[in-house]
C-alpha cells in the first residue's frame, strides 16, 4: 500500500537535506516531487493543486525547530497537510436510533458484501447485537455468501422471501425492532456501474429504513474513478461516510487522498485484507505517517491488544525467564502473530519497516515451521532432545520438508534455549534485551 508513492516523497525529502533553512530557492524541486508524486499516485488534480498551495505557503521560511534539519521540517508540514486532507481524526460511526440501520452502497465487485459482515463483526465485539439484512436479491449467490459469513462470526443473517427488497427491508426492520437488536446493515444491491434503476432502488431503501449511516464501498483500486461514484451516490444518498477496500492491493492511493476533499464525506474503515478480521477503523494520522514511511505503532499496538493472549503471553514470559519452554509454545506464538496479518503488513507498521526493500518476507517459510513443528508427536514438542535420525526422517516425511530442514529448525531452537538461559541469568534486564 503506497509503496510507489513513498519512494517519490522520500526522494523529495532527500533533496532538503544538509539545508539549514527552507527557502523559496531550496524548497521549489521538493515541491515540485511532492506534486508530481501525488499525481502519479492518482489524487485528483484540483485536490493536488490546493494541497500544493498549501504546503508551500507554510513551508516557505519556515523555521528549523529545535533540532529538526529542513527535511524533517518539510515532513512535518507535507505530514500535517496529509492528515488535514483526509479528515484530522477518526469518525466513529453514529448510532442514533435503537435498533440503527446502517446501510451499505455501492457497485458491484466492490466488496460491499464482504465489508458488511467484518463491519458486523467489528460492531459485534464492542457488545452491540447485529442483525444482518441481506438485500441485495440480483447478484448470483450473494444472499448465500452472506449466511456464511454471518454463520462464520455468529451473527443473525435474514433473507426474507429473497425476491422483493422492499419487503426484506421492512421485514427486516420489524425483526430487528421486535427482538431487541441494536445495530441492523442493510446489504443492498450494486451494479457493474451507476444506473437509474439502481439509485431508485437504494433510494427508496434509504426512505423505508432510514438509516443513521449510509456507507459507500469503494475499490480503491480503481482509481479516480472512484471517485466519481462516489460523488454521484453522495449527490443522490447523502453519504455519510465511506469504507476503501481493497487496501492491501497495488491501489496507489489517489481514493484515500482526494475522496474527502470531492465529496467532503470521511473514510470511516479501510479494508487491509480479505480475512474477515480484515477491516480497520480509518485514521487520517496513522495513515499520512505511513505514506510518510514514518509507520504507525499505535494500530500495531491495538492489533497486539486485540489477537495476543495476555494470560498466554504472561505464562511465556514465565518460561522464557526459566528457558523451560517448548515448541508448543512455540507453535502458540507462531499462530497468535499469524492472527495479526502478514508479517511484511506488520513491518510496514514500524518506522522506517517501509523502507526495508531489501529484507525479503517469505511467508512460507513461517507455514514450513508449523508442518514441521506439527508433524512431531506431543512427547516431542515437549522434549526435542527425543528427537534422534529416524524420528527426524519421519518428521521430514509427515511435514513434506527437507531432512536438513528439521534438523536445522532443531538446532535453532536449542541455541536459541541456550541463548534465553544465558540472558535470564542476567535478570530482567538482561530478558529485556531479547528481540521478542
Do not use: W
Not at 338 to 353: D, F, N, V
Amino acid at each position: 500500500m503506497f509503496e510507489s508513492l513513498q519512494e517519490k516523497l522520500e526522494k523529495a525529502f532527500k533533496s532538503l537535506r544538509g539545508q539549514g533553512k527552507i527557502s523559496e530557492k531550496n524548497i521549489q524541486e521538493a515541491i515540485r516531487m511532492v506534486k508530481l508524486s501525488l499525481l502519479e499516485a492518482d489524487v485528483n488534480y484540483k485536490v493536488v493543486k490546493d494541497f500544493i498551495e498549501k504546503v508551500k505557503e507554510k513551508a516557505i521560511g519556515a523555521e528549523v525547530f529545535n533540532s529538526l534539519t529542513p527535511d524533517q521540517q518539510f515532513i512535518k508540514i507535507v505530514r500535517d497537510e496529509l492528515t488535514a486532507l483526509m479528515g484530522e481524526k477518526h469518525e466513529k460511526l453514529r448510532f442514533t436510533q435503537k435498533p440503527s440501520p446502517i446501510m451499505l452502497v455501492g457497485l458491484q465487485g466492490s466488496g460491499k458484501t464482504t465489508t458488511g459482515a467484518k463491519l458486523a463483526r467489528i460492531i459485534k465485539s464492542e457488545g452491540r447485537k447485529v442483525l444482518l439484512v441481506a438485500a441485495d436479491i440480483y447478484r448470483p449467490a450473494a444472499i448465500d455468501q452472506l449466511e456464511i459469513l454471518g454463520a462464520e462470526i455468529g451473527v443473525t443473517v435474514f433473507s426474507g422471501d429473497r425476491r422483493h427488497v422492499d419487503k426484506i427491508c421492512q421485514e427486516g426492520m420489524k425483526l430487528a425492532i421486535g427482538s431487541l437488536y441494536d445495530v441492523v446493515i442493510f446489504d443492498t444491491a450494486g451494479r457493474l456501474h451507476i444506473n437509474e434503476e439502481m439509485m431508485r432502488e437504494v433510494e427508496k431503501v434509504r426512505e423505508i429504513v432510514k438509516p443513521d449511516e449510509v456507507l459507500m464501498v469503494l475499490d480503491a483500486m480503481i482509481g479516480q474513478d472512484a471517485v466519481q461514484t462516489a460523488k454521484t451516490f453522495n449527490d443522490r444518498l447523502a453519504v455519510t461516510g465511506f469504507v476503501l477496500t481493497k487496501m492491501d492491493g497495488d491501489a496507489r492511493g489517489g481514493v484515500a487522498l482526494s475522496i474527502r476533499s470531492v465529496t467532503g464525506k470521511p473514510i470511516k474503515f479501510i479494508g487491509v485484507s480479505e480475512k474477515i478480521d480484515g477491516l480497520e477503523a480509518f485514521y487520517p494520522d496513522r495513515l499520512s505517517s505511513r505514506i510518510l514511511g514514518l509507520g504507525d505503532v499505535l494500530s500495531l499496538i491495538e492489533k497486539v491488544e486485540q489477537t495476543i493472549d495476555e494470560k498466554k503471553a504472561k505464562e511465556l514470559e514465565k518460561k522464557l525467564r526459566k528457558a523451560d519452554f517448548t515448541f508448543n509454545d512455540f507453535l502458540e506464538q507462531i499462530r497468535q502473530i499469524q492472527k495479526m496479518g502478514s508479517l511484511r503488513s506488520i513491518l510496514e507498521m514500524l518506522p522506517g519497516g517501509s523502507k526495508l526493500k531489501g529484507v525479503t518476507v517469505d511467508e512460507k517459510q513461517i507455514k514450513h515451521v508449523e508442518a514441521i513443528i506439527c508433524s512431531m508427536t506431543k512427547k516431542e514438542r515437549a522434549n526435542p532432545k527425543l528427537i534422534n535420525y529416524s524420528r527426524k526422517k519421519r518428521i521430514a516425511l509427515g511435514s513434506g520438508r527437507p531432512l536438513p530442514e528439521v534438523t536445522k529448525l532443531l538446532d535453532n531452537f536449542e541455541n536459541m534455549k541456550k541463548m534465553v538461559k544465558k540472558i535470564g541469568k542476567m535478570g530482567p534486564k538482561g530478558l529485556s534485551r531479547l528481540p521478542f
